[in-house]
């Protein structure tokens, strides 16, 4: 996509460029190359990926290249393309995403897809509205893909420490439809839930990432994503532990606490948990058979 030599004399289609573009991001070391390029032109272009290859041999004008070559050298010094476009897909839901929030990512879907099945299969019956608290809700995604999948008898509190974050939160459900259903507040953990509230319900995506994790993290995740929202302590478990400590005192008699958690904390994670006095302790397993979703229930 060089101006200079040969490269002068091509004609830029859609295809090629996608083609060039997905080659040079495999060169780069970057994930998902070909779908990193097609989100990037789609954004240029103003169109949706489908769109690209039903126009695949349409000649791109100048100003458009020149945009999505720009796009293209951030996306390759590391900028994640989520932010980069300004947006990321949760539970075929499309979130903004900006530099306060967290990439949303394929494993925290597995505790939305829990939870929903647990709601389903063993409270459908139930008169009683659930009450869900959504700790360090980030974009806004798990409490609005639950929202969007439940029915209107559930009550859903969403919290986070950041009000940039909060405000991407609101604008997400706003733009599903969501706004009414999910009451947004800015909270350090439990600080402004209310020491009264009671929940069948809670759960979080929390810090989890040890500080020497931390520090080898690839850059597009380093150097980018917020850090309060990855790392938390030496042993990657600070916020976990207050977490699991004090969500017994906002739980009902037999609620939930469900959790992501990193890669090697599987023990450590149920050992506090049986310790704080939670029961029933699960754990759901991502793609590569590793505990991702940790969940204890408190005593009937």
């Not at 951030?74 to 989520?82: H, I, L, N, Q």
């Not at 409270?123 to 029915?151: F, P, V």
């Not at 919290?159 to 947004?184: C, G, P, W, Y």
């Not at 850090?227 to 600070?238: F, I, S, Y």
Request: hydrophobic share 40%; proline share 2%; aromatic share 8%.
């Amino acid at each position: 996509m060089t101006q200079s030599g040969q490269q002068q004399d091509v004609q830029w289609t859609i295809g090629k460029l996608l083609n060039w573009t997905s080659e040079y991001f495999k060169g780069k070391g970057l994930e998902d190359a070909l779908l990193s390029a097609q989100l990037l032109l789609a954004k240029v272009l103003g169109c949706s990926k489908v769109e690209l290859y039903l126009r695949f041999d349409q000649l791109v004008e100048q100003t458009k290249r020149d945009e999505f070559r720009q796009l293209v050298k951030r996306a390759s010094e590391g900028e994640p393309v989520a932010y980069l476009i300004g947006h990321k897909e949760f539970f075929s839901l499309d979130f903004e995403v900006n530099s306060s929030v967290l990439i949303p990512r394929p494993e925290t879907e597995l505790l939305v897809q829990w939870l929903i099945r647990k709601i389903r299969s063993e409270y459908a019956d139930r008169e009683q509205a659930i009450r869900i608290l959504d700790i360090g809700t980030g974009s806004g995604c798990i409490a609005i893909a639950l929202a969007k999948n439940l029915s209107k008898a559930t009550e859903i509190i969403a919290v986070d420490k950041s009000q940039a974050a909060l405000e991407t939160a609101k604008k997400n459900a706003a733009k599903h439809a969501m706004a009414d259903r999910i009451s947004f507040r800015e909270s350090d953990l439990f600080s402004g839930v209310g020491e009264e509230a009671r929940f069948d319900f809670i759960v979080s995506n929390p810090p989890y990432v040890t500080e020497e994790d931390y520090g080898n993290l690839p850059k597009h995740i380093k150097e980018y994503e917020p850090r309060d929202a990855l790392v938390a302590g030496e042993d990657g478990l600070a916020v976990i532990r207050e977490i699991v400590s004090r969500g017994n005192n906002f739980l009902r008699s037999g609620g939930y606490l469900a959790m992501e958690i990193g890669y090697n904390q599987r023990e450590a994670v149920a050992e506090l948990l049986a310790d704080n006095g939670y029961e029933e302790i699960i754990f759901e397993l991502d793609a590569a058979n590793i505990a991702r979703i940790a969940i204890g229930r408190t005593k009937e």
